[in-house]
Structure formats: C-alpha cells, structure tokens
C-alpha cells in the first residue's frame, strides 16, 4: 500500500467524490452562515484595511464565502487577502474562481506557493513579522509537521482584537474511531498526521489559548464502498484510508477489519438503506 497523497491525480479524484457524497462544505458553510459573522464582529473596528491569513486556502470556495461576511461586517473597508498554498493547480483555480465572481474590487488577493513552514521560514528570514486580523486554517493541519509550533506561530501574529480559526473533523467523527484503530497500520507518510479536534483541544488547553469549540454535524454517504468495484466506493475506501487504491493493495484481512469497522456505530450509521459515515467537524475559534 502507498499513501495516497503520493498520487497527486488520484487524491484530487477521491476528493472530488468525497465532497460529493458528504455535506462537508454544505456544514462550513452553515457555520459561515450562522456563527462567523459573531466572530469576525470585531476584528476590523476602527481599521481602514483589514489584513487575512489564509493558510492553506485550497481553490478558495470557502474562503470566498468567509470574506463576503467580512464585507457584510465592514462595507467598503479595503481587504488584504493572502493565501498560502503549497499546490499550483489550486491556486489556478482560485484566481480563476475570484476572476468568476463579482463584488471583489475592495479586496486584494496575493498568493504564495508555499506551504505554513516554507511562510514562517521566510518570514523569520526576512525579519517580517506582519500582524493579521483574522487567520484561517480549514482542513489543513493534517499536513503539518509539528502542529503545536505552528499553532504558536500563527497565534502570535495576531492583531489585539483578531481571531485564529481553525477547521478540521470532530473528536467525535468516525475519522477518531478509524485512524485511532487502524492508523498504525496505514500507509501514512511524513505528509500527513491523523488529528482531530480532540487533539488540538489538548495542545491548546497546554499551551492556555482561550478558544472556544463549534461542533458542525455532517456526513458522507459510503454505500458505494461496500458494492463490489463501484469506482467512487473504491475512491471513497482510498479517501478514508488515505491509501492509493486500498481495496486492491490492502493485505485482506486488513481490508476485511475495516469494511466491518466502518459499518460500526461508533464509525455510520445506517438509514435508509444507506450507510451514512459520521464526518463530524470541529470550528476551534482561538484568542489573541
């Protein structure tokens, strides 16, 4: 078994599938929805620029749906947007996304193809320590080499009345259940870290960063996984276990443990002849 970030094309492809198949935007964008607007409600008071951090922005469809809030919060204040993003053709498609979509002109969008360490490393190398008013890391912390560092060094680039968000799946989602079981016997690389919200709560809780935790209730439809070569179940099988082409590469038992694990309560549940995995999410607002 390879890990499946490894095979760039066949990443992109499985989570293509997963979004199809589970409410993972459509939750964010519940949370963006109902409870951002409280958060942001302060961070630009009494500034003519609003400065934001995007850490691993992705092609930017949640990041445009955070930044319209921010305009709603503070009508035609000028918005300096950066994104940090390690992967070319995400970026491609973000600027292709914000030349598509109307209402941007007070904001200024800059990319950097890097990844959060490559940030920090020329960021100390330049002696530039730039303050933000908001700072965003959706779904990315998975990807990081030492999480508490780069918790440590994104917090302490905020600004007095700014916010660190951070997104990523639930200590209660089926992902604690199946990586704490099976995730030593994964084929994880370097690039990547099973983590949870649980996690972060305890490396915050250490570190004593106030923050407060919103849990976004989702899920995803895997019923596909358990018939036989149906090509998104076998995308969605790689997508749970992070591994390229798991349900031919898998030693079987192995295999076998987890198709029966993921029809466990404590991973889906089953309704309506589905089988519907629980991918929970966590929104940890933290505290200057």
Known sequence: MRSLIADHGRYVESFRVFLENSTEHQCMQEFIEKQLPGVISSIGNGKSTINILSVGGGAGEIDLQMLSKVQARYPGVTINNEVIEPNAGQIFSYKERVAKTSNLENIKFTWHKETAHEYESRMNAEKESKKWDFIHMVQMLYYVKDIPATIRYFHQLLEAQAKLLIILVSGTSGWETLWKKY??????????????????????????????????????????????????????????????????TAPPELKQQIMEELRKPECSEERDGKVLFNNNLSAIVIEP
């Open 183 to 248: 995730g030593s016997r994964l084929p994880l690389n370097d690039l990547c870290s099973y983590i949870t919200s649980a996690d972060i709560k305890v490396i915050l809780d250490s570190a004593g960063l106030k923050h407060q935790l919103y849990e976004l209730p989702s899920h995803m439809d895997i019923t596909s996984c358990f018939m036989e070569g149906n090509t998104d179940g076998e995308l969605l099988l790689d997508f749970l276990t992070e591994a390229c082409e798991f349900s031919k």
